[in-house]
């Protein structure tokens, strides 16, 4: 992330009302809706729809920031696809993209987890924090999300592919089992 660490409450406040006004990029609170975690009703992390190109009909997930509450649980897939199911279908767009810091290993894997494709890497790209930062370019087309992408993470997040909390068939199940 080109900000943070933050040294107190009071600076990263700052940071998050300026991002409110924002439209470039926009930015989505995570709100925590589970009745069973103690962060019920309250922000868990947040994303932003980012480098909107209307003209080409190309907007980029990014700015993700998910707090250990969130992480590494089912809400944070469907934060991804729910901002993902609006670009597409809401926002009319034809390509949604992922870019990460290529030494990011988590969330590479995020991106393949969340269907995104692997699309090269932007060697030197930026230099983010006096540091020359090489970028991995991954991407969703409609017609992928359409086809595919959409269905199998609604069966994932679908109530009936868990069982005490735990997932009975993982997305790369669900994605090699998957027929359009």
């Known amino acids: 992330m080109p900000d943070g660490p933050y040294p107190d409450y009071e600076e990263f406040a700052g940071t998050i009302s300026l991002r409110s006004r924002s439209t470039d990029p926009f930015f989505f609170a995570v709100i925590d809706t589970n009745n069973t975690t103690a962060h019920r009703g309250k922000a868990v992390g ?3 729809l980012m480098r909107i190109t209307p003209d080409h009909l190309t907007i980029e997930i990014g700015n993700v920031l998910f707090s250990a509450a969130l992480q590494r649980t089912t809400g944070a897939t469907e934060a991804v696809y729910l901002l993902a199911e609006h ?3 809401d926002l009319g767009y034809r390509r949604v993209e992922w870019k990460c810091n290529a030494l990011n290993e988590r969330s590479r894997r995020a991106a393949a987890r969340l269907g995104f494709v692997y699309e090269g890497t932007f060697r030197q790209h930026m ?6 930062r090489d970028t991995a370019w991954f991407a969703i087309l409609r017609d992928d999300w359409e086809r595919r992408e959409k269905g199998v993470l609604e069966k994932w997040l679908d109530e009936g592919n868990f069982e005490q909390g735990r997932q009975k068939e993982t997305l790369d199940e669900l994605r ?3 027929v359009s």
Request: proline share 0%; glycine share 6%.
């Open 176 to 178: 090699v089992d998957w």
């Open 127 to 132: 230099i983010v924090k006096g540091r020359s």
């Open 46 to 48: 947040y994303l932003s």
């Open 87 to 89: 670009a597409f279908h």
